[in-house]
């Protein structure tokens, strides 16, 4: 039998990364290229994948998704502001030029699969992997599942309770203000507040010390929710110092309440480089369909 | 084969109810105690069930406990304020007078697991139930297994948005003040705030307005990190008008985001009398647990 190779379709809001993965999951083609039109967008990765074929391939893509796999419209793109993209169906796209299996769930999820599988979080039995960026979101594993009852977490837009120092701020969230992590955490909210994108702004500004006390408020929350194993950190926002003020927040806001491990192995940030955790995570979840197709 | 029997212990942190049901998780027998010393308290517990023996039992307790099966401290009580029941385990315990299948895990999870199998979620596959009393817990069913990575849920010390007209309040919480749940919401703060319990403030008082905030927040703090098909709200605070009240809010909160079903659907109070949900559900783990080693 010969190897497989596994689909990576990462569908961003500004750019798709499609890639081709061996069984080890090393990444052996790559393609990007900015999310345009449905129609044009998924003629590049059709012809992507048909110079590079694949055996089974996962999409992990913006949101919000139907990734129910029992629903009717499992694969559509629900109430998402990208009106173009607003019930286009992943699935049934790529099921037109590829009769291989096919899974799709978040770009979050593909993420937190990756951490899961091969970043992180591959020595534990369950973990939540957050991305901090222009937005928040974050993916929870558990036993090899994703937690979810009904459809795809939001926990970027769960409430927060406000830094002291932090009042006056009105939030960038659409929905919630300043009432959301998403509105007072992501790299909007510090641009907004100092006028300096997180990547330039010094690390002795005081805006790191807010950032990091949301931060943290988010890694207790997700401890009292979740009870993970481990809590991994990604996106544009995050970095090593700032996970550190993360670590030393968490002690004050738990006040000692819930055990954790040692907190540098609680709360990490992610190693992989160029945000491959999707592209892995993707060829993992492309590699467990094809294996749940070949049982069924 | 003559029909089965199951036992329920609700440990509780005031009292033991220990319980014996059938198939049907029909309740045949009860025997309600006080929670004293670990000895004196399981010497009932052992006398009620030889006098009323089943096929295995149920455990769910006031925590901290070790809920972890591949533990070697399963059963365990931790840093519990009940000092005389640190480090007790009641797996221990039962098994030196009884040779059935045991299972254990907190009292919210049974109650939680009653409320899947034969309460207000039991056309559902996903739930989460709250309790709010002289506490606030919680807990979560997705695909007839609990959430929780390496131990239970602690979701009443997540931290919350304070209300505008509550910020004076210093909270309860002996651990976070007046920032998590617990703090400012459960049966305790109604009381250090009026000076009268939940059950006894008229439905008009305007801290029934707060309250109904904070338990808003909590069901749209619980659905955008779990995403369940159904919120059930039980407990010595909860009532019919206040559900309403939270009904109304967490519209509010939600601000349209996150889609859910009619909220007098999603949004519900427990129908279980005299707090029988606990119950209940320990029947259907006591079955679950004597049917999984049966086939082990």
Known sequence: MSEKRFGSIEAGGTKF????????????????????????????????????????????????VDIDQSSSTYGAI?????????GFNFIQ????????????????????YGEYTMGGAK??????????GTGIGAGVIQNNQFVGGTTHLEIGHGFIHRHEAD?????VCPYHGGSCFEGVAAGPSIEARTGISGENLPQDHPVWTIEAYYLAQLAYDLRVNFAPAKIIFG??????????KVRIQFEEINAGYVVVPSLNEFIVSSTFEDNASATVGNFALAQKVLNEDNQA
Do not use: R
Request: with cysteine; hydrophobic share 40%; aromatic share 12%.
């Open 17 to 64: 990364v499609c890639a081709v993965g061996n069984e080890k999951f090393k990444i052996l083609e790559t393609s990007i290229f900015p999310t345009g039109e449905p129609d044009k967008t998924m003629a590049h990765v059709k012809a992507f994948f048909e110079k590079h074929p694949v055996d089974a391939l996962s999409i992990g893509t913006f949101g919000p």
């Open 78 to 86: 629900l109430a998402s502001p990208k009106k173009a993209w607003q």
């Open 93 to 112: 796209a790529v099921k037109e030029w590829f009769s291989g299996s096919v899974f799709l769930t978040t770009d979050v999820n593909s993420s937190t």
């Open 123 to 132: 020595e534990d039995a369950s973990c939540v992997y957050v991305t901090v």
């Open 167 to 171: 009042f006056d701020f009105s939030g």
């Open 235 to 244: 996106g544009g926002v995050i970095n090593e110092e700032l996970i550190e």
